[in-house]
Each structure stands twice: as C-alpha cells, then as structure tokens.
C-alpha cells in the first residue's frame, strides 16, 4: 500500500476526520490555544511566583517596651530574630498599636509592661501580652508560634540561671525548668513548606478549570453555531465517535501541560515523591477524561453554552473547597462530607496524598482510582440526548 492510498484510509476513518476537523478549529481561533496551552502556564507561573518562600516569614509585629530595660531590648531583639516575625515598629502605647493593627500595617503586638525585669529579678512571674491579628489563620498561626516559642525559651533561660544561682547544676537546672521533654518528629512535611501543602493541589486545580472550560466551549460552540449536523457527518453519526475524536486533541494537550506541573511539582519545588508516579500519572489522565465528560455532560443538560461555562467555573473552582485539603472531610456536617464525592478532584488529592506525600501501597491508590472512570461512565450515558441536540433546529444559536 503506498503513501497516498494510506493517507486516503486514514482520511475515510470516522475517528481521524473528527480529528483533524477539530484541529482545524482549534488553529482557526486563539481560544483554543488560550484555554488549553497559554491560560495553564500562566496560571502556573503567577502561583509559582506567589508560594516561591514556601514559608512565610517576617510578618510585621510591633513593640510596645513600656519597661525601657536591658531585658526588654533583649525581648524585642530575640523577637526579631525569630524568622516569623520582624520587628517592624516600636509604639509608644497599645492605643496607637491598635490602630496600627485595625490598618493592616502590623499583624501583632507585643506589650512589655512596666518593671517587667525588675519582677523576673525578684522571682515574680511576669505577664507579657501578646495581641496577633488572626484575621489570616495562617499568618496568626505563624506568628503565634514564633514569638511563643521566642518567649518561652527567653523565659527558661532565665529560670535555668535563678536555678543555678541557687545552687543547682546546669543539668539539675535544666531538668527543673523542663522536666518533661518533648521529641517531635514531624512527617510528611517536617520544614511546614505551605507550597509543599496547597500547590500540590492548586496546580491539578488549574488543569481541571481549563480542561472543563475548554470542553464545554469546544462542544458548546457545536450547538450554537449549529454545526451539530456536520459534525456528526463526520463520524459516520455515531456520537461516540464525535466525542471520542473531539476531545482527543484536548486530552493530548493536558497532558503535555500535567507532565510541565509535574516536573514543576517534583523537580523545581522538590516536592516528595515517596509512592508510584505512574499511578499518579494514571491518575492524571483519568482525572483529565473525567472533567472532559463533564463539560460535555454539562453542555447536554443545559443546552446552552453561556449557562454551562458558568456552571462549570463554579463546579470546578468548588472542587478545592470540597476536597478535604483545606478543611478536613470527617470535621464537616454529613450533607457538605457526602457532596465532596461529586467532585473527580477529590479522589485525585487522596490519590495523590497517597502516592506522592505519604508513600502508601499502591493498593490504596488504587482504590481510590476505581471511582473516577464512574464520572466518565456517568456522562456516556447521556449521550444519546446530546446526539438529539445537535440534530435539532430549536437548540441553535443560543448564547
């Protein structure tokens, strides 16, 4: 068989012409290249740009040093030196740290009150107040345990020292101070990495909206424009095929854009990578399919392409809130626990918790894998009414 006889075979093929008509249309409108290749990278780079410390450090604290001492000038400077924190003014009164705070401009504030060195001297417990804006649960929290912990090991160091005035060793000392001890091992995510934590989530959570985006147009522009007709002509009217030979070029370009989040996630941020990747890679694809079936699902129940782009930006952007990352799924009411199983996402992050942070068998991966071909599975079996659409005059030319 010679070149031109198989070009001719490969042309007559139902699935191949769906094909490249749908490349055509793809190169014919910027669109296309926006939803699928251009819109991704950049949403990459501008959350890249905004987790690159990873961790966030020198938030802004005030001091209010109403004692004027040695000790408290140590106070402020050890609290400077913690990485959470940076001292970044020094207020007279709490009044005026106070409408500092209600501006956004400092986050804490650290009140020293009078004769506060000259308390801990004698052997009285002094208070140190310490106000922290918790406004932000993640910069409150940062914070609080930065100067906590600053606070806390100025305060043994100076027990340790009364100790041993009194005649006590250092050991003997220390052991008073601290008879307990506690040796944490913190896994998973020992350094409290925040883009370790929420890009490995972010990032897929891109590739969904603009998977799910990108299908409802493409098969959405199809009832509009009314080309329903053609479109099946071409596939020999089987809506399988249509489907099946659409969706493959957006398929292919995902997963050029999941490979570039892969090498993101686990080369340029060195996130961990203790489990199987090809079963994170299995799972990226079918996690691709499955939000390409609901594009067309979408655009098949509402008919119109302006009321299904609308419902699938809601659905998607959804799926971060629902996927137990954020806020966890057993702390939730049963209604919003039993609604996070309506998102593919979902079993996407256990899959890749699993996987990628923790390293458990492959076995629970792939439990949770099995249930995303059902979204898929969910959205062929309402194909034939999309067939009916695209055939029918009255459902054309909606926005």
Known sequence: MNQKEQTGNFRRNPFFRVLLREV??????????????????????????????????????????????SLSRKMAMWIDA?????????????????SQMKTGHIDAVVVIPQETEKNILKGVQQEIPVFINNANILK???????????????????????????????????????????????????????????????????????????????VGTE?????????????????IV?????????????????????????????TPLRGEFMLIALGELILIMAYQMLGVLLVTVTSNLRLALSLGSAYSMMALTFSGLTFPQFAMPAMAKAFTWLFP?????????????????????????????LFVLLSVAILPRLKRILQNENYWGKV
């Open 345 to 373: 996402f979902t079993y996407w992050v256990k899959l890749f918790i699993s996987q990628a942070i923790r390293g458990e068998a492959v076995v629970y991966g792939i439990r949770v894998l099995a249930v995303m071909p």
């Open 140 to 218: 409150g929290g940062y914070l609080q345990k930065g100067i906590y912990k600053t606070l806390a090991t100025l305060s043994g160091g100076i027990k340790v020292q009364v100790a041993m005035k009194h005649g006590l060793s250092e050991r003997q000392a220390l052991a008073k101070v601290q008879p307990v001890k506690l040796h944490q091992h913190v896994l998973f995510n020992p350094f409290g990495n925040y883009a370790h934590f929420l890009l490995s989530a972010l990032l897929p959570l891109m590739v969904v909206v603009f998977t799910l985006l990108s299908t409802v147009y493409a």
């Open 223 to 239: 009832v509009r424009e009314g080309s329903g007709p053609e479109w099946l002509e071409h596939s020999d009217g089987s809506i």
């Open 82 to 98: 913690a990485p959470e924190a940076e001292v970044a003014m020094r207020l007279p009164n709490l009044e005026e740290a106070y």
């Open 242 to 270: 249509a489907i099946a030979g659409k969706l493959t070029p957006y398929t292919l370009l995902f997963l050029v854009v999941s490979t570039v989040m892969n090498v993101v996630l686990f080369v340029q941020m060195g």
């Open 24 to 69: 055509d249309r793809m190169s014919s409108s910027f669109v296309y290249l926006f939803t699928t290749l251009l819109g991704p990278l950049i949403a990459f780079i501008l959350l890249l740009a905004i987790f690159n410390e990873g961790v966030p450090r020198n938030l802004s604290v005030a001091m209010v040093d109403q004692d004027n001492s």
